[in-house]
């Protein structure tokens, strides 16, 4: 389990923040890809990032539960792309999770952005075989015990979608998860995909696309909120597992954590959560809060945010 923070980096009662914090979209036709893994550590290096994200409060202030472990998950829809908009590492600095988790990095492992060095963290990447697409990264402060890649069939492992870090009492999991693509033609493979991933992960938390619409009446038919994926999820949810937000917050509306491009649907709020933690059972009372943070702006997701008393 990660080292517990100092009494200064503990939640602060009635505001359960670190007073050190000082501050998809759906895929369209999948292709293939191929497993490539890679571990770094460099706490010497790092780019500043300073600009950006300066007027956002990143303390959590909707609980009074004291928390002590930080875990930050973003779909970046490209990570090349992703670092060129300036604000992207002052996220990272001012959130200051202990764990990062990337979605999306659409890069190949040897042209990982060199900027891409968060101090004091260790970092895996796995990439898809096809380049541009895909691809996932995890950064953590302390270094887990264990790092897999996968899930452990190949023509879903190729495409690089996951990642699992072992801690001595948690398992964290990033996970970029596939749809069914326009027209539905992967339907199939989607539903594979979910049932392999069922009965392989033993996760404390695993990204994964929440079938929520701004009008789903009307979305039903749309790559991600079919009848099938959302029977998927009601499942997977069966086996164990809490989508932590809703357990926070069952009533609240509006709450999406991605805007399509067009229309200017961001400013419109219309848009979907796709992006949230799923926490095991038994680890529910170690809970704090579950977070979306819809004014951070880098990519069409915003990052999600959840809080653990470990």
Known sequence: ??????????????????????????????????????????????NDGSDGEG????AC???????????????????????????????VKHEDPDVFCIQETKCQDDAIPKEVKFPGYHTYWLEAETKGYSGVGLCSKTKPIKVSYGIG??????????????????????????????GLPRLGYRQGWTKTSQNTSKPLTI???????????????????????????????????VDSFRHFYPKKEKQYSFWSYMGNARAKNVGWRL?????????????????????VTGSDHCPVVLLLAL
Not at 19 to 30: I, Q, T, V, Y
Not at 75 to 91: C, D, E, P, Q
Request: glycine fraction near 6%.
């Open 1 to 46: 389990m990660p080292p517990k923070k100092n009494k200064e980096s503990q939640g602060t009662k009635g505001k359960g923040k670190r007073p050190a914090a000082k501050a998809s979209k759906a895929d369209d036709n999948e292709p293939k890809s191929k497993k490539v893994k890679k571990e770094s550590s460099d706490p010497e290096e790092s």
């Open 55 to 58: 007027e956002i409060d990143f």
């Open 207 to 241: 990204r994964n696309p929440l079938f929520y619409l701004a009008n789903p009446k009307t979305n039903t038919k749309t790559a991600g909120f079919t009848k099938e994926e959302r029977q998927g999820f009601t499942q997977f949810l069966e086996e164990g597992f």
């Open 61 to 91: 202030t909707t609980t009074d539960k004291k928390w002590n472990f930080k875990l930050s998950s973003w779909n970046v829809n490209g990570i090349r792309a992703w670092m060129k908009r300036g604000s992207t590492l002052a996220y």
């Open 275 to 295: 992006d949230y933690f799923v926490v095991s059972e038994r680890l529910v009372p170690k809970m704090c809060d579950s977070l979306i943070r819809p004014r």
């Open 153 to 182: 069939i190949s023509k879903h492992d190729n495409e690089g979608r996951v990642i699992t870090a072992e801690f001595e009492d948690v398992y964290v999991v990033t996970a970029y998860v596939p749809n069914s693509g326009r």
